[in-house]
Nanobody, 123 residues
Framework: VIQLVASGGGSVQAGGSLRLSCAVS????????VGWFRQVPGKEREGVAA????????DYRDSVKSRFTISQDNAKNTFDLEMNSRKPEDTAVYTC????????????????WGPGTRVTVAN
């Protein structure tokens, strides 16, 4: 059974930094595409960042480019989202997700999801 558990959420002042981590069990993260999503109440969930296992490329949402960094640690079987220069509009529930099938990865379809972790950015 593949399971994901996110940690690291909390409250931070605007301009500050926060690191989220997602621990994966039941499958090797080195063979998965992984991603972070976020959702604000009343709005659609949006993709924030992803790593594609087929070629190692990293994709970021335009609004977080140069501020957020996604990474993975194959030894720990985790992947992280480092968030710098936080803005109030980054406030959301963040969720980690993963996928094992390349054809789904390429369509940014993720089958495995962890519970969300709330991140609040205060002015």
């Amino acid at each position: 059974v593949i399971q994901l558990v996110a940690s690291g959420g909390g409250s931070v002042q605007a301009g500050g930094s926060l690191r989220l981590s997602c621990a994966v069990s039941g499958y090797s993260v080195s063979r998965m595409c992984v991603g972070w999503f976020r959702q604000v109440p009343g709005k659609e969930r949006e993709g924030v960042a992803a790593i594609y296992s087929s070629d190692g490329r990293r994709d970021y949402r335009d609004s977080v480019k140069s501020r957020f960094t996604i990474s993975q640690d194959n030894a720990k079987n985790t992947f992280d989202l480092e968030m710098n220069s936080r803005k109030p509009e980054d406030t959301a529930v963040y969720t980690c997700a993963a996928e094992t099938a390349d054809h789904l990865c390429e369509r940014s379809v993720f089958s495995f999801w962890g519970p969300g972790t709330r991140v609040t950015v205060a002015n």
